[in-house]
């Protein structure tokens, strides 16, 4: 044949041999142009860090430059208007830094102010790129193209601006840096071949360059106005362009930042041919080794060709031959030394091999036919095979047992004789045609129709049958009847339907736990806790209940859940999502739950229950304390009442007697100190009328404000130096209504109480506020408070504290901390009445070893500040009229009666309200005044003068009593208008009071 004549399969090998060595052709040229593109990206990357690190090193020179800028900015002497402590500072520095030339600060004018050498041309002003944008930019500037302006040493200039107050440039501090300090740090061992290393200015001009610094130095760069338009703004960039030597170079440009703009740049040059000597050394050498590889080629194809192609070919047409003779038994042999035709041999001879096993296979199949038949028959699931059109065209026994359908009526039907009418919509069973036609299995639970009516549940799985092309020509459906477990399903899902029901709907939680976590939560368990069931189920119990409850619960859980004896009820708190802390009743039982003993708890939540609970204890106490304050107020009232009697005659007494006995008499001093010692009574008598809320107020609108001010120099000389004092008063401050007086004795006596707390020293604060008071404040606080806005006095200290103990009863009369002789006991029971006595609370806290904090509450009003303080006209103290007291105290009757006649006055006495009234009838002489106590024996004076202005309408009345207040709360007789006198009272205080009574209008 043609096809296998030597020419031509000569010449077929040959163009064999150049189409397999033309891929290397194109993969070498490839290669090369790869090569080179990594050879350049190469070079520019390492370009650019050598750029990068030359750039950093002239940045540290020109930083360590502007750093001593800085600093010399900041030294007094160079703002001041003599120059000479500067000209005195400036050489010291030159001489510590021999790289610079000069250093010298200039005025804002450019003339010079002072210098460290004798001025140079390069450092005057005015004229000089780096003075005017050191003006217009108040920031560092570097000079730029005046370097070579003046001959001499290269050098540059950096120059600093002095700011005035104003942000005005005042003085400038430049230095002239020798730019043999710009030295290249970088080895030149580094860089390639013929490479430079260039640092210029904005300008192009040459500041340092490897090689041949001598030479280029000061010189501009030639294609720098293409360079700078090109890379304006940039702080680095690539170009190629030829050098100031005529040279052409790729270059990487750098910035040099300093921390201010130097307006230098660095740049890199390398020779492009210096990039690619390596790629082009490469590709010579894989151009040699490709037409070693052709030549090799072509002599193998020649000489190969008639050895190992055609001789066996020849041999493998005589096998095929008698292959298709229909000999299976037939095998090539052919020589080991054709190896590609040798693998053809063999795949003949494995072709001939599979011919002879495939016949066996079809012998094995049909067997396997017939045993598979035979297992369809037998097998319980009901079998049904359909083409693809759904006509059945074989069913099995089980098939005729569940259906009732024999085999002959079931064959060319469909399985729609098994429909069960009205159950299935006609979209379900086109879903079910879609998913096979398309090549998927259909499994679902199906109701079916019995041929006898019965319907029964089928787990049904519908497949496609494919031949050996893909295509769907059948479809098997096997069948399972699970009508049992069908209807047993539907009774648990009902019964479990009816728990659901039952624990969603249930007001308390339920939780059941198992191992560690929620396995269960109802609804209820869901708005007790704030977490979703989802998140309930990934926790644990302990996780919810509360630091100071979870080792119990933890303990009780784990103990129930394996079988041990514990309490099933029991309380404590949980924390919920939101952080609150909730009491609640748990009642536990241990169960079986999915097959494991877990733990049932039924929930409820006392929380309300519990608030209430300790709500009225903490009520009960407060009401046993305020009960007990009462009580004992209204034991101190009476005492001071019944005191205040006599010391109104012992004071008196006393007085009168000094009037009589001249200075210096042993008797005038011994009538002095029983005289000071009854004011030291009445005092503590007035303290005592505090507390029990007994005394009239002289109430006045005021801030408190104002009030802390005034009296701020005295309370600093009552706490010492060793105490710091500090006032924060609220701007705004409400004002208050109340008594001057008292509250100014509130804040001395908590101010000594908090000095006696500090004895070492320590902190006090006096803060005023305004807050508003709602119920739920004054519940918590037990204090009965009308809600509204209220002015806050917080006096704290950070003194040693109180207890629990002590704090309970430190507003109780005569108790104290202090030691015998040390206090009376009635500091804080009179800031007590005082402050209650304004309608307002006060709240204490402490902690021992933390300090103590007073809060005073007074209810805000709405009026504006009047005076500080009532003034009052002041009477003459004599007279002539006629003035009636009427007294019980014996000693008292006859103390005013001498007071009131050694002032001139006739006096009448009587000893109640009835001899006062017989009196008047037999004596017709008229009274101009009757001086009365309130609360008498019989008749009480409101009482008498009602009696006495109907008999003589002309008469006055002064009233004198020590608690007044508590006549005006049970007799309703007297107001704030009526005359008064406090008890006890002096012979001044008397005949003053009596005169005002007498020259009164009404």
């Not at 044949?1 to 040959?14: G, K, P, V």
């Not at 049904?384 to 026994?397: C, H, K, L, P, Q």
């Amino acid at each position: 044949m043609n096809l296998f004549s030597h020419a031509r399969l000569r010449t077929r090998l040959m163009l064999l041999a150049l189409v397999a060595v033309f891929p290397a052709v194109v993969v070498i040229g490839y290669t090369a142009s790869i090569e080179r593109s990594h050879a350049r990206a190469r070079m520019l990357e390492d370009t650019l860090r050598l750029t990068r690190l030359a750039a950093s090193q002239q940045a540290g020179v020109f930083a360590g430059v502007h750093r001593l800028l800085l600093t010399l900015a900041q030294l007094p002497v160079l703002r001041e208007r003599d120059p000479r402590p500067c000209n005195a500072l400036l050489p010291n520095i030159l001489r510590e830094h021999p790289g610079y030339l000069n250093l010298a600060v200039i005025n804002a004018d450019g003339s010079p102010f002072c210098a460290a050498a004798p001025p140079d041309s390069r450092l005057s002003g005015p004229g000089r790129a780096w003075f005017q944008r050191a003006l217009q930019t108040r920031t560092t500037a570097l000079g730029d193209d005046d370097i070579n302006a003046t001959g001499g040493t290269p050098a540059i200039v950096l120059a600093q601006p002095l700011l005035d107050s104003s942000g005005a440039v005042e003085r400038l501090i430049v230095v002239l840096i020798d730019l043999d300090q710009l030295k290249w740090m970088v080895s030149p061992a580094t860089l390639p071949q013929g490479a430079t290393l260039t640092l210029f200015d904005r300008n192009g001009v040459i500041l340092a360059r490897y090689p041949d610094p001598g030479r280029w130095v000061g010189r501009p760069l030639p294609e720098w106005p293409s360079v700078e338009s090109r890379f304006a703004g940039a702080r680095a960039g690539t170009s190629e362009a030829a050098g100031v030597d005529g040279v052409r170079r790729l270059y990487r440009r750098v910035s040099v930042d300093a921390g201010f703009d130097t307006g230098l740049s660095v740049r890199l040059g390398i020779e492009p041919a210096a990039a690619f000597a390596k790629a082009d050394q490469i590709l010579r050498q894989q151009l040699w080794l490709l037409g070693f590889v052709l030549l090799a080629a072509l002599g193998v194809a020649l000489i190969g060709g008639q050895v190992f192609v055609l001789r066996p070919i020849g041999t493998l047409r005589s096998s095929l031959d008698r292959l298709a003779a229909g000999d299976l038994s037939v095998r090539a042999v052919l020589a080991a030394g054709a190896p590609g035709l040798s693998e053809l041999g063999s795949a003949v001879n494995a072709m001939a091999i599979a011919l002879e096993a495939r016949q066996r296979e079809r012998d094995h199949a049909d067997a396997v036919l017939r045993t598979l038949s035979t297992a369809l028959e037998q097998a319980p699931e009901n079998v049904i095979v359909t083409d693809r059109d759904g006509r059945i065209e074989y069913v099995n026994a089980a098939f005729e047992t569940l259906t009732g359908y024999a085999r002959a009526e079931a064959i060319g039907q469909t399985p729609r004789i098994l429909k069960a009418v009205g159950k299935y919509k006609q979209d379900f069973y086109e879903r079910l045609w879609q998913t096979i036609l398309g090549g998927g299995v259909f499994e679902d639970v199906l109701l079916n129709q019995k041929k006898n009516g019965d319907l029964y549940y089928e787990e049904k799985t519908i497949a496609p049958v494919r031949d050996v092309h893909g295509t769907i020509t059948h479809f098997v459906s096997t069948g399972k009847d699970i009508t049992e477990r069908q209807r047993a399903s539907a009774a648990l899902k009902a019964s479990e339907a009816k728990f659901r029901l039952v624990m969603e709907n249930t007001p308390s939680a339920v939780f059941i736990h198992s191992g560690n976590r929620f396995v269960y939560a109802n609804m209820a368990a869901e708005r007790l806790t704030g977490y979703t069931r989802d998140e309930l189920l990934a926790m644990s119990f302990w996780q919810i209940v509360h630091p100071d409850f979870r080792d119990l619960a933890r303990d009780r859980g784990l103990a129930r859940q394996h079988g041990d004896d514990v309490p099933s009820r029991y309380e404590l708190k949980i924390s919920t999502k939101a952080g609150e802390e909730r009491w609640v009743d748990i009642t536990a039982a241990r169960t079986v739950f999915d097959g494991e003993w877990s733990g049932l708890a039924t929930v409820f939540d006392i929380t309300q229950q519990k608030e209430t609970a300790q709500a009225l204890l903490t009520s009960e106490a407060q009401l046993r304390q305020s009960q007990k304050m009462d009580a004992v107020g209204q034991l101190a009232g009476g005492i001071a009442h019944d005191f205040n009697n006599l010391l109104t005659v012992i004071n008196g007494m006393a007085e009168l007697g000094l009037a009589q006995v001249r200075e210096g008499d042993q008797l005038h001093e011994d009538l002095q100190e029983i005289y000071r010692a009854g004011a030291r009574a009445a005092a503590l008598t007035r303290q005592l009328l505090a507390f029990s809320r007994k005394q009239i107020l002289q109430a006045q609108v005021m801030n408190l404000n104002t009030v802390v001010a005034e009296m701020e120099s005295l309370l600093r000389r009552l706490i010492g130096e060793d105490i710091d004092l500090v006032v924060m008063p609220t701007p705004g401050l409400g004002n208050v209504k109340a008594d001057l007086g008292q509250i100014e004795q509130v804040i001395a006596n908590l101010v000594i109480n908090a000095r006696d707390a500090m004895p070492q020293g320590g902190q006090l604060t006096i803060e005023t506020r305004n807050v508003e008071i709602d119920e739920q404040y004054a519940r918590q606080h037990g204090v009965a408070v009308q809600p509204g806005p209220h002015v806050m006095l917080a006096i704290s200290d950070t003194g040693v504290g109180m207890d629990e103990v002590t704090r309970a009863r430190i507003f109780e009369p005569f108790f104290t901390t202090k030691g015998p002789g040390k206090g009376t006991g009635l500091g804080l029971s009179t800031v007590y009445g005082i402050v209650k006595q304004s309608d307002g609370f006060i709240w204490a806290y402490s902690e021992v070893g933390q300090g103590t904090s007073f809060k005073i509450y007074l209810p805000q009003i709405a009026e504006r500040v009047g005076s500080k303080r009532p003034s009052s006209t002041v009477a003459p103290a004599h007279g002539t009229e006629t003035i009636l007291v009427v007294e019980d105290v014996e000693g008292l009757c006859k103390l005013a009666k001498r007071m009131l006649e050694s002032a001139g006055y006739t006096v009448f006495t009587a000893a109640n309200g009835e001899e006062a009234l017989r009196l008047l009838e037999r004596d017709k002489e008229p009274v101009h005044l009757m001086v009365t106590d309130i609360v008498m024996p019989g008749m009480s004076g409101p009482n008498l003068a009602k009696r006495l202005g109907r008999t003589a309408p002309g008469t006055k009345v002064l009233y004198m009593s020590g608690y007044t207040d508590d006549i005006i709360v049970r007799h309703g007789a007297l107001d704030a208008r009526m005359p008064f006198l406090s008890k006890p009272f002096t012979v001044v205080e008397l005949t003053r009071k009596v005169r005002e009574v007498l020259d009164s209008q009404s």
